[in-house]
């Protein structure tokens, strides 16, 4: 298997559905993203739109944050055919909880599906990285994804004293932003292929905006620099160990507007040349749906306790795989534990600040017609 590929696949959200039901704030930015899907829709020539719509969500996780967007995508499809098949592709990388997907797609969960309310729609499940071609050449109408392709196809080093790319320096930030340059124009490259002329990609990434925002960190405490903190007192009170520490890192990368643009800037790109466009390109802010409602109700303890899971839901695998394989697995469990309940009773004792606010690229791209 290839190495690149087999990295990115460590990554899991968390399973049993609990992803979509801890990330309220992950649906308010495809919520925010429809208008971008229905406008894609609506520029889809009539011709394409008889012979049967293929839609994907690439990094679907357990599917339910995109289930209306989906709705809305199906009832702009049919306004223009009533009876056009329409095939929905959700794809993730393997080890991703497909059982919770499916459930949710088929409304065995905790969410109304699209499902039972549409005829002649086909939901589809692959289990294919989006560094990959996931589809066949030219079958792909609109290609979606959201909050997904910050992860990179393989950690490329450990970062000595932080644990993201945002808090990294010299050579390590560089290889970072080298390994994001190629990734970028890798799923780019795959999804040239997958596209129909005339087909387009709506794509929601987390993003470093034109004032240096990012996730959690929008001006109250910067998320990032405190889970390294917390990981920092660990490897002071020798919980961990400096391995342990570097291991921590997390293999993703926020893109500014003109790292996302620069693969569409003229014929020196491979991605320009395969025929894709950018049409589109604007960052927006999306607050965190649990500090939202801690200004209203102001209590300290339920918001960290309800503001936790969502941190969690993405990145605990990673730092429970950081820790050493040596160690049983019940004291990992308990170190993981200790994270967390140390984050949160930080939330808990002074809550100002504390948030995941969601900082996203909203791009549109066409593949020209050839
Ligand atoms: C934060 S979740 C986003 C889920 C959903 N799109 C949303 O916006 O709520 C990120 C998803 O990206 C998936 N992912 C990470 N790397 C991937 C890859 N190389 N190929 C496909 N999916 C990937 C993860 O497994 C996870 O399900």
Redesign the pocket.
């Known amino acids: 298997m290839n190495q690149n590929v087999a990295q ?1 696949e460590g ?3 968390s399973g049993g559905g609990l ?2 039901l801890a ?1 309220v704030g ?2 308010h ?2 919520d925010a993203a429809t208008p971008l899907v229905l406008n894609a829709i609506a520029e889809l020539s009539d011709q394409r739109l008889e012979v049967g719509v293929t839609i994907t ?5 357990d599917g339910g ?2 289930l209306s967007m989906i709705d809305a995508a199906i009832v702009a499809i049919r306004k223009r055919s009533s009876d056009t098949p329409i095939t929905i592709v959700y ?3 393997p080890r ?1 909880d497909f059982n919770a997907l499916i459930t949710n797609v088929h409304g065995l969960g905790p969410f109304d599906s699209w499902l039972s309310k549409h005829e002649n729609v086909f939901p589809m499940a692959s289990g294919t ?3 990959r071609q996931i589809l066949p050449d030219e079958t792909v109408d609109i290609g979606f ?4 392709m910050h ?1 990179l ?1 393989n950690k490329i080093c450990n970062i000595s004293k932080h644990v993201q790319a945002v808090g990294a320096e010299g050579e390590e930030r560089r290889k970072f932003s080298d390994q994001a340059h190629s990734d970028w124009r890798q799923i780019l490259m795959h999804r040239a292929k997958e596209l129909h002329s005339g087909g387009k990609l709506v794509l929601i990434n987390f993003c470093t905006d034109e004032q240096g925002r990012y996730l959690g960190n929008t001006g109250g405490v910067n998320m990032f620099d405190n889970f390294n903190r917390i990981w920092m007192s660990f490897l002071e009170q020798n919980k961990i160990t400096q391995g342990e520490y570097e291991n921590m890192t997390l293999p993703q990368y926020y893109n500014t507007v003109e790292e996302f643009s620069a693969p569409f800037s003229g014929e020196h790109e491979e991605v320009y040349n395969a025929g894709l466009r950018l049409d589109s390109i604007e960052t927006r802010v999306v607050r965190c749906p649990f500090a939202v409602d801690f200004e209203s109700h102001g209590d300290a303890e339920k918001f960290s306790r309800a503001y936790l899971p969502t941190i969690r839901s ?1 990145n605990e695998s990673i730092y429970f795989n950081g820790l050493s394989a040596d160690r049983p697995h019940e004291e990992r469990s308990r170190l993981i534990e200790d994270y967390y309940e140390t984050y949160r009773k930080q939330v808990q004792s002074s809550p100002e600040g504390h948030g995941m606010d969601y900082v996203h690229a909203y791009t549109v791209i066409s593949k020209i017609n050839s």
Do not use: L
């Open positions: 990115s990554i899991t959200m992803y979509s990330t992950a649906k930015v495809i969500d690439m990094g679907c996780a944050t995109s794809a993730d990388q991703n990285s989006f560094y994804s959201a909050t997904a992860w196809s993405w």
